[in-house]
């Protein structure tokens, strides 16, 4: 990790979810785009102290919770649906 790259993924979600329409827009996921940002948030919660992983935990949920409400299954890609499901999701219909 990085100086700031929680604050960095942080914002990336919060540029993301700013932006008007039910779908996610496909530039939101150009690289580094929400899956880069997503596994930073990944990575950060297993070096984090237990207050910090909680508060973190909580952000994440609602970020999960918005990205999957403006984003599609993506049919062709389950091999990674257990672990990094947010990979397996369609950016714009």
Do not use: C, H
């Not at 880069?36 to 237990?50: I, K, T």
């Not at 952000?59 to 409400?69: A, G, K, M, Q, S």
């Amino acid at each position: 990790m990085w100086p700031n790259a929680v604050a960095d993924a942080l914002s990336r979600f919060e540029w993301a979810f700013k932006q008007p329409g039910r779908y996610l827009n496909a530039s939101a996921f150009d690289s580094p785009g929400l899956g880069d940002a997503r596994d930073d948030l990944g990575w950060a919660m297993l070096y984090l102290p237990p207050g910090a992983k909680r508060d973190l935990g909580r952000l994440i949920t609602r970020i999960d919770e918005e990205f999957e409400r403006r984003t599609l299954p993506e049919p062709n890609y389950n091999k990674w649906a257990t672990t990094r499901w947010w990979w397996t999701r369609m950016r714009e219909r």
